[in-house]
Nanobody, 124 residues
Framework: VQLQASGGGLVQAGGSLRLSCAAS????????MGWFRQAPGKEREFVAA?????????YYADSVKGRFTISRDNAKNTVYLQMNSLKPEDTAVYYC?????????????????WGQGTLVTVSS
């Protein structure tokens, strides 16, 4: 599956952005979808993941819980990350990823496919 992330930009602290990740190739609905981010000089870190099954299951990093919302539209082959109450420490390149698995994970090694990243800059 090929992933294309978009929606990044410059926003003031307290503002909002919505990232999108469009998938093409294999059927989208089978994948666990996740968002990761990498700030300058830091390692890539988990942000959020979503799994569709009998019921949708969400998983968030503590640092974004209550502020970010992950969602997916299987009909559009797209996963979203709604980011509210943004903070300067949210500044990073954000990557979407797909795991050929039914297991939600915050481990980037479990994700098989990656998008190119989109830059989010939050000014103070």
């Amino acid at each position: 599956v090929q992933l294309q992330a978009s929606g990044g930009g410059l926003v003031q602290a307290g503002g909002s952005l919505r990232l999108s990740c469009a998938a093409s190739g294999r059927p989208f609905g089978r994948y666990v979808m996740g968002w990761f981010r990498q700030a300058p000089g830091k390692e890539r870190e988990f942000v959020a993941a979503i799994r569709r099954g009998d019921r949708t299951i969400y998983y968030y990093a503590d640092s974004v819980k209550g502020r970010f919302t992950i969602s997916r539209d299987n009909a559009k082959n797209t996963v979203y990350l709604q980011m509210n109450s943004l903070k300067p420490e949210d500044t990073a390149v954000y990557y979407c990823a797909a795991a050929d698995s039914c297991i939600l994970s915050d481990n980037d090694r479990r994700y098989n496919h990656w998008g190119q990243g989109t830059l989010v800059t939050v000014s103070s």
